[in-house]
T-cell receptor, first 116, second 113 residues
Framework: EAGVAQSPRYKIIEKRQSVAFWCNPI?????LYWYQQILGQGPKLLIQ????????DSQLPKDRFSAERLKGVDSTLKIQPAKLEDSAVYLC??????????????FGEGSWLTVV | AQSVTQPDIHITVSEGASLELRCNYS??????LFWYVQSPGQGLQLLLK??????LVQGIKGFEAEFKRSQSSFNLRKPSVHWSDAAEYFC???????????FGQGTILTVHP
């Protein structure tokens, strides 16, 4: 079974530029997550989709971050304009359903962003 | 609000020694608890999870964890550490029906030969 796919793996941009990350979840997984992991910290949830609807985006900086999941499969996370503090690993994850129903969250390898 | 505390930022053990990584959580109801491992440059891999039932949970790579409700803890253990276990370990708690996971800050494990 293929895992969660993410691209690009690495990106270096200048501040105020824009960047987009793509995620393809495990086939059939209805729930998709984007986490931000800053060096030395645990992952922090940015946004959670159930199919193509947003379940939780309370920690997404909406003035600069946006995410979409068209057709309930792939997802794109965009940052515009980027700030230095956005340097982090952006982890996409998916699960077959809610964790509360016994589902496991599977993570991709992450997209590493450096803002200079 | 749910939260996780991993009191140890960095632990060093000798190969073959036993290991215990601490995790304390805060959650108002019965939590779902997880341990993930992250090797440098890699994503998170699930080691084990607790949903209900037996409080001693077995995972992959010889790891186990024990859920202690009275202490709000979910410590990870391994009887004999291998050099390949060197990585960063994250404890996470979830409990809402839609499965938001909250992670601790992680514990870096160094293994000496």
């Amino acid at each position: 079974e293929a895992g969660v796919a993410q691209s690009p793996r690495y990106k270096i941009i200048e501040k105020r530029q824009s960047v987009a990350f793509w995620c393809n979840p495990i086939s059939g997984h209805a729930t998709l997550y984007w986490y931000q992991q800053i060096l030395g910290q645990g992952p922090k949830l940015l946004i959670q989709f159930q199919n193509n609807g947003v379940v939780d985006d309370s920690q997404l900086p909406k003035d600069r971050f946006s995410a979409e999941r068209l057709k309930g499969v792939d997802s794109t996370l965009k940052i515009q304009p980027a700030k230095l503090e956005d340097s982090a690993v952006y982890l996409c994850a998916s699960s077959g359903g809610p964790v509360g129903s016994g589902n496991t969250i599977y993570f991709g390898e992450g997209s590493w962003l450096t803002v200079v | 609000a749910q939260s996780v505390t991993q009191p140890d930022i960095h632990i060093t053990v000798s190969e073959g020694a036993s290991l215990e990584l601490r995790c304390n959580y805060s959650y108002g109801a019965t939590p779902y608890l997880f341990w993930y491992v992250q090797s440098p440059g890699q994503g998170l891999q699930l080691l084990l999870k607790y949903f209900s039932g037996d409080t001693l949970v077995q995972g992959i790579k010889g790891f186990e964890a024990e859920f202690k409700r009275s202490q709000s803890s979910f410590n990870l253990r391994k009887p004999s550490v291998h050099w390949s276990d060197a990585a960063e370990y994250f404890c996470a708690v979830g409990g809402t029906s839609y499965g938001k996971l909250t992670f601790g800050q992680g514990t870096i494990l160094t293994v000496h030969p």
